[in-house]
């Protein structure tokens, strides 16, 4: 690639950011995982590698240690589906090495019910905008255009309370949303699988997502690689409950609440988000030069 077509191409993609907010991953064509919740030998090595928390954005009680709370997080593609997976060190496993407690707003928060909180527990949160587009403040609509997904350590739709995976997630209370989202998990449009790490002290997940019906770029098209590389939006948040009383004051006595891209009270709006790359060509450079790293953020 001549330096001026380099150019060219560089600039194309900082004209289409997906959000707001300046961060941005890049997944590459690669072998498709296994998705087990066990990061096998050489299973990720031809993904794009990203970490955290240590400068995502705190909605609750700032992490300040990575043995507390910090992940390891790998994203690519295998031309119809994306995966992403998470390596997260948690020193304290809610419903494991704790009781099962509930918030004081919400007895009923471990239902799996839109009355529930899909993400009241140690969870992921992976929020895509396939569409690219959004207008004021507007959230994910819950459907394959923007949607927000949870996979909870101890709480899934498939497994039930007790057994980690994919739950609804927002907006829940969306009739039409709660449905999408439940279709995509028993239809297998999206998987997950959660184990707890050997030892303890954190978990594993891995997540597949189908380009269709999940990633809908315009009404009723579906991204395909024949389309080119595509910018989308993008967040992700990871939950942290412990003890009750760490959580004092915060909102359903949550711990850490940690997202990629945002802003606190903000992070779930589409414009606040970061951008994600699905590229339809291979890594023609080193991979060091797509590795979003801790100090990513400019």
């Given at each position: ?11 194309v993609w900082l004209a289409a950011d997906a959000g707001e907010f300046p961060r941005t991953l890049h997944a590459f064509p690669g072998k498709s995982p ?50 992403f997976a998470f390596e997260v060190t948690d020193d304290v496993l809610y419903g494991i090495d704790t009781e099962r407690w509930l918030p004081d707003n ?180 080193p991979a060091s030069r797509w590795k979003a790293t801790k100090r990513s953020r400019k």
């Amino acid at each position: 690639m001549s330096v001026r077509a380099g150019l060219a191409l560089c600039l194309v993609w900082l004209a289409a950011d997906a959000g707001e907010f300046p961060r941005t991953l890049h997944a590459f064509p690669g072998k498709s995982p296994k998705i087990d919740g066990v990061l096998s030998a050489g299973e990720w090595g031809d993904a794009t590698q990203f970490y955290g928390v240590e400068d995502w954005i705190a909605q609750f009680t700032p992490t300040t240690d990575a043995r507390d709370l910090s992940l390891h997080g790998f994203v690519k593609h295998d031309g119809k589906k994306l995966y992403f997976a998470f390596e997260v060190t948690d020193d304290v496993l809610y419903g494991i090495d704790t009781e099962r407690w509930l918030p004081d707003n919400n007895p009923k928060a471990h239902d799996l019910t839109p009355e529930g909180f899909p993400w009241f527990g140690d969870e992921m949160e992976l929020l895509i905008n396939a569409s690219n587009q959004w207008k004021g403040n507007e959230t994910a609509a819950g459907n394959g255009k923007s949607w927000q997904m949870v996979c909870n350590l101890t709480k899934s739709r498939k497994g039930g309370v007790g057994k980690g995976g994919l739950l609804e997630g927002e907006p829940r209370k969306d009739v039409k949303a709660w449905a999408t989202y439940r279709r995509w998990i028993e239809t297998g449009a999206q998987k997950a699988a959660v184990r707890v790490k050997p030892g303890g002290k954190g978990y594993v997940i891995e997540w597949e997502v189908s380009f269709d019906p999940c990633l809908e770029v315009e009404p009723g098209r579906y991204y395909t690689t024949k389309m080119g590389s595509r910018a989308m939006g993008l967040n992700i948040a990871l939950g942290d409950l412990d003890e009750k009383e760490k959580g004092a004051g915060n909102f359903g006595n949550f711990h850490h609440e940690d997202w990629w891209a945002g802003a606190k009270n903000v992070r779930t709006q589409l414009r606040h988000w970061g951008t994600l790359w699905i590229m339809s060509e291979s890594k023609s450079e080193p991979a060091s030069r797509w590795k979003a790293t801790k100090r990513s953020r400019k």
